[in-house]
RNA sequence: GGAGGCAUAGCUCAGUUGGUUAGAGCGCUCGCUUCACAUGCGAGAGGUCGUAGGUUCGAGUCCUACUGUCUCUACCA
């Protein structure tokens, strides 16, 4: 049978799209409940569906892809859940968007009408990031494909938030909220950005009631004081104390609101006086708790001022800040103003500045949750990845405040709560009731709000495999073994995973989370819209193929690291598919018919057994490192030794033996194909096309590589000490190269070769390496030469001369001998320093110390050479 | 205010439990169209591993302080 013909340069557009339908179609992603096999399960970190593929998506895709597809072939049942999450605000934010170029809102569709458009949007852009997905390689099992709003998911979040609910975990109340204007919801406190932004400081008189002089106090919103109803001062404070109890008259409002003591208040900042607003600030809410104050909202939903706000009423916010100032000024409240910066909580998806305010809300309730969720970390059920994060995620659970998750959105879950149109009652359940307990009627409304998207994200490590249900995915692949996500929602969703899955299932969510960092540009700033500096990862996978992409992205990456992104590091990888292809070009039109599997020969020569020693400790290390998530590291492993060890060193020892064919050749062709099949394998889970492509090329025997047996370390390939022998051959090469380069002699000029060593036969069967790789013409074995007027090089296990005649420069040739002295002297200097040490020799371990003695012995013999080297110059 | 990361070659970064003379890619210099590959081959230059101490026989690696830088977090009105 005729070997398959590579093309010169390997061209990704060819192979990829191509052998992914090969893999769908052969059901090779599809995982089965498999009782003899461990599963191995990664739910993927569902893409919105409004979204458009990042770098960091496909980074994170890559890294999962990673993990399971080398676990797939270590023989683990292998399974990675895809899906979507809905992102109710991010979602409906855009499709009001869309509407509003219509010249429609909400309220026009109605929220039937609204949700059919929704729907009708995710069919239509929902199915994108799937492709873009696929694009990647990623092996998804796609018929388990979920997405956070459907039926499945939806009856979890139901589940989840009634048993909530039941055990007093969930609750409804009035409290402070985030409230973003714009997007017109409540947003949790993790969903507030904070950003620095310069403002003023006015300082402001609050006269006393009685006529008896003002406080002053400073704020840098004046435009809530007209929601004051008190004004605080600590309880110890000299300068106040005795004012506590009286009141003062709020100004342009001429309002009386009392003084009160509250330990909140720092005495050291400002006048040590604050103004109280309780519906506009989180403190002041506090202090209005403890104190009784009435609350005194005086804003609408989208931020401008309400009819509590007397003549601002109907002002924007900023508006009225600017209409507040004014007349305190003229009204001569107004002391100072001074510039301020200070931090001003943003809205997360729409960067629209918050507004604290008090409204009623569903909450659940965090401390009882956080507890376990603590401690999984703690006791190691749940292991972070770099271990690093565990710190941030205690201190932000140990901080936790109670979870705002209703949203007056329409796009999500709606919340399970119903209420009799007669008398009020409130029922929480998955389904509507028919019967009010109370009054005994049956007419409900259910509640307007929906939850929070995290809400449901928090489920999805169990609600794609089925729960409620115990089924029987649930029960094998639960719970799931690795998380792989970016440090950057750790609060948003890796924490809530953890204390939904301990509440609701009992057990954690996932064994590891393996976190990565983002994906800079190439000057190191986030990758984002506005900058306009992002990279499409498309736009890489279609100009150097989707390998390239993958193998930038984990080469040189260490975990929780961000990393920068530039087109250079791609054509780099690039080159190494191209430079692997070319190995493979190579091995197959070498490949006699006759071979017609992967197997070793039954005889090996030294050089065999040196590339097979390098080989397999490289099996042993790659899989390690795979395990250990340092999968950059392994990357750079199977790099340089497809690169340096395979392609120029063993690559290049084979020519001659393929060329004097017959047995000799064969031989050399099996270590070829099983050298190189096995290293397309170990780089199969990190660019599994081309390694696909070649695989399939070889006589491997017609299966996917997907599916094939990870290779394993062997005992009987480690040849230690022929491999070493051989290592005194490649630094003989590298010695006379080095010499030759340095005098300028073109590889065409060849040279006779007089090798002096104690290892005659080590270097006599290497003779057609030296004249393949070194330019020889002939090569001479001896235990001694006398030899003069040639160039002299040494290493520690021979010293070649090289008669050159006329290009020999004596005093260059003494020059660079006596350069070789010193390096050398320094060598024996240095080791024994060391091994003269008492300390040294007591205290490292033997194997240490053997090792110094090893190295003084080699360099003794050099020296030796050296000199003689030297006096032979005469 | 609190916490964390990073600081290694001109640039971008690796460096696993402390153990040879600290590595790679890109860039640079010299030579090479050698029958897999010029998206290549061979050779080379380039680093007091941020600073100062400490632990250790031994520190890029561990500890302390400092400097620079980035990030997260927090209620300073």
Redesign the pocket.
Known sequence: MARKQLD???DPSQVEDRLYHEWEEKGLFKAEVDPKKTPYTIVIPPPNITGQLHMGHALDETLQDILIRFRRMQGFAALWVPGTDHASIATEAKIVEAMRKEGLSKEDLGREGFLERAWDWKKQYGGRIVEQLKKLGSSCDWSRERFTLDEGCSEAVKEVFVRLYEKGLIYRGERIINWCPKCQTSIS??E???SEQAGH?WHLRYPFADGSGYLE?????PETMMGDTAV?VHPDDERYKHLIGKTVILPLMNREIPIVGDT????????????ITPAH???DFEVGLRHNLPIINVMTDDAKMNENAGKYAGMDRYEARKAVVADLEEQGFLVETED?S??VGTCYRCSTTVEPRVSKQWFVKMEPLAKPAIDAVKNGEVKFVPE?FD??YY??ME?IKDWCISRQLWWGHRIPAYYCDDCGEMVVAKEAPTVCPKCGKSHFHQDEDTLDTWFSSALWPFSTLGWPNQTEDLKYFYPTSTLVTGY?II?FWVARMIFSALEHTGEVPFKTVFFHGLV?D?Q?R?MSKSLGNGIDPLEVVKEYGADALRFTLVT???P?????F?E??V??S??????IW??T??VL??LSDEITSIALPDTLTVEDKWVLTQYNSLVK?VT??LE?F?L??AV??L??FI??IL???Y??LT?SRL?AGGETSLNAQKVLAFVLAGTMQMLHPIMPFITEEIWQALPTGGGSIMVSKWPEYREDLNFGAESDEFQKVMDAI?GI??A???M?????KKASLFIETNSPDTFKSGEAFFQ?LASASEVNVSDHYEMEGAVQVVTDSARIFIPMGELIDREKELARLNKEKA?CEK?IQ??QG?LS?E??T????AN?VE?ERQ?LLK?NERMAKILESIAALG
């Open positions: 010169k340069v390997y406190d993790a507030v950005e904070y400081f106090l400073a704020t840098t919103r605080a909140y208040v720092d005495m050291k900042f400002g006048t040590g006086v604050v103004k600030d989180p403190n301020h200070h931090n690093r710190k941030i201190n932000w901080n950057d609060f800079r190439a190191g986030k040189g990456n260490s929780g690291n961000d990393m920068r530039s250079e590091k054509r780099a690039r080159n190494f598919a191209n430079k070319n190995a070009r190579f039109m070498n290390e390690d490192n250990k340092e950059g590291i750079q492993k790099y340089d690169w340096d392609c120029d060193w690559i290049e020519k060329q590298k190269r080095n030759r380069a340095q300028n002699v073109p590889p065409s393949r390096a060598d240095m080791v060391k040490n300390k040294f007591a205290k490292a371990p240490i090792q190295k360099a």
